[in-house]
């Protein structure tokens, strides 16, 4: 398994690689040169030079590229515009526990709604209620998650007045209000990612249980409770796990949008205040941030894959 | 992961057909012959999906020419204004006919969706046809490229490369195609990786047919129809994605109109107005769900054997 892990983890760098040339490519793509619009207009073309020279612009792009990595891989990022005085790192650590609640809870709302209401569907294949869950599923795979927020608001804070609009209170101060204002954005997040995995639990389990083990399990008489959450469940809930990167993934994504509307100081938010800023440094960091998050949530699960199907041990 | 178990899926039913010229199965695979249009509308929701559809693009497509409003004339003493005979569907902010502005943005928000699909399919072909026909260490490198696009979350990468480009139409076609265009890569590869061990492509390397043909009339034209299918999944994330970038004020710059622009000022005035926000939504969402439903239909018709979890929605 160690074994597993480190080869993984070594497949990883020409990604990382990859993705890093990527996030510092992204200021080449800025339009006007960067040393003219900090001097200003009436810069002297000596004062451009040294300027020049002291960022290490006049540097070629691959030394550039090269330094950039080197200070990166030390969690420096610059100086940021936005967040002055304070290192790019510390300012999307501070902003990183409201999104983590928000994706941890949106992910755990996906999977309690998505597996019983996906196992229900797929056991009653054709009925009413089947095709009552496999429409409501294709509706929320069309809706814009932001307008739905939008929609969430009207209602239950507009409407009936039962839950606050926006805002955050970080959960240490203040459990009940955060998870107050928790509650819209993570149905927000969750429910259309809950139709995603539903199709996929609902169709894996059907998948399964047309195997030829299932059919020997009903012929010897077991009782079909049995056959379906003993041998059925088992090996359909597998990549309904491994799905849980791309999940967490598209969550985070949601988050940017999210967090917008409801007004939340989140790393999402951290995203467009930047855009807005025009802070390309702290935008660098934080896809760079995002990415390397996000391989990491890769890895995992092709651990928790791994270790969760014994068949691929052996292949 | 997820996706190779998708993509070995898609690699048994890569070669749609085995005698034959590729011309002469690519023609019959594709559309025709075998009750094509029959399966298409065999799933209830297509001819219903493709009514709706086509109301929405004739609506913005000629609605314009016969509405006599100007989109861009304010009118301040009738900011908000409820649906009257003169403004059909009421006013914006500025007092500016909602009608006509809806159909101007359903252009803008169609049209990025398209236009971003073109360019990921045309970029996202070539380089998977190249990595999977030629393999080896061309496969390698194009593959860990895809991997770390894959790493950013989608929506976060889209909204630094928007926003660095600077916001406006082109720079959304070419943010959303840039993250689109892998999905089409590993796709495309995957199907070449199964077509190219076919007895008539061997039989045309040794006929000595040069790489580009073998490429463009034995190997395309069999993968063509997930591909296809794949376009018009694709699209109706871009128009979800075009609404997300606008309403966070990437995008098409005011005054223009776009959906997800129109639902960013509505979302300003939610408590004076809670009704603008319902059109732009509305029609984004009645959109997404017939393109999709199409798509889905579009499966159907042309391979049956391509059904899946729909795991492609994952990204």
């Known amino acids: 398994m160690s074994q597993f892990i480190a080869h993984r983890l070594l497949l990883m760098v020409p990604v990382w690689l990859f993705l890093s040339i990527g996030v510092f490519s992204l200021v080449l793509l800025l339009p006007g040169d960067p040393v003219l619009s900090m001097l200003g207009e009436g810069a002297s073309p000596d004062q451009v030079a040294r300027l020049r020279s002291e960022l290490g612009l006049d540097l070629p792009i691959y030394q550039q590229y090269l330094n950039w990595l080197a200070r990166a891989l030390q969690g420096d990022f610059g100086t940021s515009l936005m967040v002055r005085g304070k290192p790019v790192v510390v300012a999307i650590a501070e902003r990183l526990p409201v999104t983590i609640e928000l994706a941890l809870l949106a992910t755990l709302l996906t999977y309690l709604i998505a597996i019983p209401v996906g196992i229900y569907s797929a056991l009653r294949r054709g009925s009413a209620g089947d095709a009552a869950v496999t429409t409501v599923a294709t509706f929320a795979l069309a809706l814009p998650n932001f307008w739905f927020a939008i929609l969430l608001i009207l209602l239950f804070s507009f409407t009936l007045g039962w839950l606050p609009s926006s805002g955050w209170v970080p959960i240490q101060q203040d459990l009940v209000a955060n998870l107050k204002r928790a509650t819209l954005p993570v149905i927000a997040l969750g429910l259309y990612n809950a139709a995603v995995v539903l199709r996929f639990v609902r169709s894996s389990l059907l998948e399964v249980l047309g195997e030829p083990y299932i059919t020997t399990a009903h012929a010897k008489g077991l009782p079909s409770r049995l056959v379906v959450y003993r041998h059925a469940l088992r090996s359909a809930l597998i990549p309904v796990v491994t799905v849980g990167a791309l999940i967490l993934a598209r969550i985070l994504s949601g988050t940017v949008v999210v967090e917008v509307v409801f007004a939340i100081p989140g790393a999402g938010r951290l995203v467009t205040d930047a855009i807005m800023a025009r802070d390309f440094l702290l935008v660098q960091a934080l896809v760079l941030f995002f990415g390397t998050l996000t391989l990491l949530i890769n890895l995992s699960v092709d651990v928790a894959y791994r270790w969760l199907d014994p068949r691929i041990k052996h292949s | ?315």
């Open chain 2, 1 to 315: 992961m997820a996706g190779s178990a998708h993509q070995a899926q898609l690699r048994q039913s890569g070669g749609l057909a085995e005698a034959g010229t590729a011309k002469a199965h690519s023609r019959r695979a594709l559309w025709g012959g075998t009750g094509a249009w029959s399966r298409f509308l065999a799933g209830r929701l297509a001819g219903p999906a493709l009514v709706v559809f086509v109301l929405i693009v004739l609506y913005t497509a000629v609605g314009p020419l016969f509405l006599t409003q100007d989109p861009y004339a304010q009118d301040l003493r009738q900011r908000l204004s409820p649906p009257s005979l003169e403004h059909l569907l009421g006013t914006d902010e500025l007092g500016r006919d909602y009608l006509i502005r809806l159909a101007l943005g359903g252009r803008i928000s169609m049209g990025v969706g398209v236009l971003s699909v073109v360019l990921a399919m045309v970029v996202g072909i070539w380089l998977g046809l190249v990595a999977g026909y030629f393999g080896r260490w061309v496969d390698v490198i194009a593959m860990r490229v895809i991997d770390s696009i894959l790493a950013v979350p989608a929506l976060i990468g889209m909204v630094a490369l928007a926003a660095t480009v600077g916001a406006g139409l082109w720079s959304s076609v070419i943010a959303i195609a840039f993250f689109s265009m892998p999905r089409v890569v590993r796709l495309v590869r995957g199907s070449v990786l199964s077509v190219k061990e076919r007895d008539f492509v061997i039989a045309a390397i040794a006929m000595g047919a040069s790489h580009p043909r073998i490429l463009r009339r034995h190997i395309l034209p069999n993968v063509l129809a997930p591909i296809i299918v794949e376009a018009s999944l694709l699209s109706a994330t871009a128009i979800l994605v075009e609404a997300s970038l606008s309403f966070l004020g990437l995008g098409v710059p005011p005054p223009a109109p776009s959906w997800g622009r129109m639902l960013r000022e509505s979302y300003q005035y939610l408590y004076q107005a809670p009704w603008a926000m319902l059109l732009p939504g509305g029609l984004i969402f009645a959109t997404v769900l017939c393109v999709n439903t199409l798509g889905d239909a579009l499966r159907d018709a042309l391979d049956p054997r391509l059904r899946s979890a729909r795991l492609d929605t994952l990204r």
